[in-house]
C-alpha cells in the first residue's frame, strides 16, 4: 500500500491509498493514520479508496479508528471511491451506515455534503 497525502488551504485533508489495504500495510502505516488523526482533528479528511484492490479487516479497523478520533475532535471522516471487493466488504459490514462513504471524489470540500451517497 502507498498512501498520498494532500491538505487543503483550510486544512482538510486527503489521504489518497493505492494497493492492499490490510493487516501489514496497516502496521506500515499506523503512525501516518495517527498523523492524521492529530492533524485534521476538527477538519474533513478525505480517504480515497479507488485505487485500493483488497481490504482487510485491519483496513476497516485502521477506518474507524481515524473516524472515531475525528469524530470525537469535531471533524468529519469521508470514504471516497471504494470499489468492488473493498466497497462490498464494506457495505456487508454496514460501515457505510457509520462513516459517509461517496463514490466519486469531491471537487471542492466544502460540496461533500450534496453529493450522493452510495449509503442512500
Same mark, same amino acid.
Given at each position: 500500500?502507498?498512501?498520498?497525502?494532500t491538505t487543503?488551504?483550510?486544512?482538510d485533508?486527503?489521504?489518497s491509498?493505492?494497493?492492499a489495504?490490510?493487516a501489514?500495510?496497516?502496521?506500515?502505516h499506523?503512525?501516518?493514520f495517527?498523523?492524521?488523526?492529530h492533524q485534521?482533528?476538527?477538519?474533513?479528511?478525505? /480517504? *480515497?479508496?479507488?485505487?485500493?484492490?483488497?481490504?482487510?479487516?485491519?483496513?476497516i479497523?485502521a477506518? @474507524?479508528?481515524?473516524f472515531?478520533? %475525528?469524530?470525537a475532535?469535531?471533524g468529519?471522516?469521508i470514504?471516497?471511491?471504494a470499489?468492488?471487493?473493498?466497497?462490498d466488504?464494506?457495505?456487508m459490514l454496514? /460501515? *457505510?451506515?457509520?462513516?459517509t462513504?461517496l463514490?466519486t471524489?469531491?471537487s471542492k470540500?466544502n460540496s @461533500?455534503?450534496?453529493l450522493?451517497? %452510495?449509503?442512500?
Amino acid at each position: 500500500m502507498n498512501m498520498q497525502l494532500t491538505t487543503s488551504d483550510q486544512g482538510d485533508v486527503t489521504a489518497s491509498i493505492n494497493g492492499a489495504f490490510d493487516a501489514k500495510s496497516c502496521a506500515q502505516h499506523k503512525n501516518q493514520f495517527e498523523n492524521i488523526c492529530h492533524q485534521a482533528a476538527s477538519k474533513l479528511v478525505i /480517504v *480515497n479508496l479507488t485505487h485500493v484492490d483488497f481490504l482487510d479487516a485491519s483496513g476497516i479497523g485502521a477506518l @474507524v479508528f481515524m473516524f472515531k478520533r %475525528i469524530n470525537a475532535a469535531g471533524g468529519r471522516l469521508i470514504i471516497v471511491g471504494a470499489q468492488q471487493q473493498p466497497r462490498d466488504l464494506l457495505v456487508m459490514l454496514r /460501515v *457505510n451506515h457509520i462513516i459517509t462513504m461517496l463514490d466519486t471524489l469531491p471537487s471542492k470540500p466544502n460540496s @461533500v455534503d450534496t453529493l450522493p451517497s %452510495i449509503a442512500a
